[in-house]
């Protein structure tokens, strides 16, 4: 009886490291790709050369189709979005991959530094892993499926541009070309244990107050004073975290000519983000009415500029890509959580176009910063996790 139970203890044992094997990336060489990516610089609108060098990558794995969008030429710079196709081996609904190909800075002349479990700078400027260990981890698994001929789901892959300048590539895309419903926006954060499924709706707005000129010694009841009207109606209204699911912030204040002159102009840019998209529909009309009112009491005028950048995107705990996410975070012994972010991603364009996404992780941390890190251990894990997902999306379907 001992004998048996040995022998079956042995077989479940041997049968769970068979199984993580056969879901274990290659590591170093997506740390390689990863480090390849970051040595092209994609933060001045200029990811013409990883379009292609991502293309180029993705026939090189059997994609049926590689297409470079014109993108570029809606929103300018250069560059495209890249579309790349794979059938899949089983009969199942299509799974859509992205991660975005430009940073949020220029990383010229970038020096990489390999520090223990850690990637980063020598900090004169940012690593990038924001989102190149998102197209990393996605070229890994694709490379895995290949080699091992795993089982998969047919593939639409989408590498887009210009996400850092307000999800620019996504909206330019046609969103005809895809067929999938579901899928990941591999643009996280540090930990594996934190999936997004909701962030806000995101709205800017660009506020100019006119008032009038005058010296501002010698005659300044004659001026109107445009920085006056502008700290006037920024004091009534609140910044900052105002509950839970909003926010709000005044990012730029440009005005003023020379300290001896009423200053005529000002210009305010901000933004407000909430979960709830009639909160910020709300603060919208108060922001005007409050800037309306003060110009019209200093006798001056004030102009607005108001657009949405992204809806909010909500996933269902129940969706069947967020329980699928979580199943297999358990099998890999990591209580991963379905949570929110106060960010944008490509996600809210893509949900607009009716694919349930969800904002998986990376392991880039410190993002937007020259303190940025790749931290390889969760680097890896999410490798791993997006490689279980894309093998085992629609595997009920014969």
């Known amino acids: 009886m001992r004998r048996a139970l040995w022998h079956l203890y042995w077989v479940l044992v041997v049968g769970l490291y068979a199984q993580a094997a056969e879901f274990q990336i290659n590591r170093e060489r997506m740390t390689e790709t990863f480090l390849q990516l970051v040595a092209i610089d994609t933060g001045a609108e200029n990811e013409a050369e990883a379009c292609q060098w991502v293309a180029e990558r993705l026939r090189q794995l059997g994609a049926e189709s590689v297409e470079i969008d014109n993108a570029s030429q809606k929103i300018g710079g250069t560059g495209g979005n890249v579309i790349a ?37 020598d900090g004169s400027t940012i690593l990038g892993a924001d989102n190149k260990a998102g197209v990393a981890i996605i ?133 407000f983000r909430s979960f709830d998209p009639a909160r910020v529909e709300a603060l919208i009309n108060r922001w005007r009415t409050v800037c309306q009112q003060v110009a019209e009491q200093m006798e001056g005028r004030v102009e607005f500029k108001f657009d949405k950048t992204f809806d ?21 012994g990591i209580e991963a959580r379905l949570t929110r972010t106060g960010g944008g991603s490509d996600a809210n364009v893509f949900s607009g176009y009716g694919i349930e996404c969800l904002v998986f992780p990376t392991g880039a941390a410190d ?14 894990r999410c490798g791993e996790a997006v490689l279980r997902i894309v093998t085992r999306w629609g595997a009920e379907e014969k």
């Open 85 to 121: 196709k794979f059938k899949g081996t089983r009969n199942a609904p299509p799974l859509f991959l992205n991660a975005h190909l430009d940073t949020v800075a220029s990383t010229a002349g970038i020096k990489i530094v390999r520090d223990g479990d850690r990637i980063r700078t």
């Open 139 to 271: 070229l890994e698994v694709l490379q895995t499926l290949k080699e091992r001929k795993l089982p998969h789901p047919p593939l639409e892959v989408v590498f887009t541009i210009r996400e850092e300048k307000g999800l620019l590539g996504a909206k330019a895309l046609d969103p005809s070309k895809l067929t999938a419903k579901a899928g990941l926006v591999v643009d996280g954060r540090e930990t594996p244990e934190e999936i997004f499924t909701h962030s806000p709706t995101h709205w800017k707005f660009e506020v100019v107050f006119y008032g009038k000129p005058a010296h501002a010694g010698a005659e300044p009841e004659k001026g109107r004073n445009a920085i006056w009207m502008a700290s006037k109606a920024i004091a009534q209204m609140e910044w900052g975290r105002l509950d839970p699911e909003t926010t709000a912030n005044i990012g730029v204040i440009e005005g003023g000519k020379a300290m001896n002159i009423v200053p005529d102009q000002v210009k305010l840019v901000g933004e």
């Open 312 to 332: 909010a995107v909500r996933v269902s705990p129940d969706a069947p890509i967020a329980k699928l996410a979580l199943a297999v975070m358990r099998e890999m």
């Open 367 to 380: 993002i937007h910063s020259n303190t940025e890190s790749l931290i390889l251990p969760n680097f890896y």
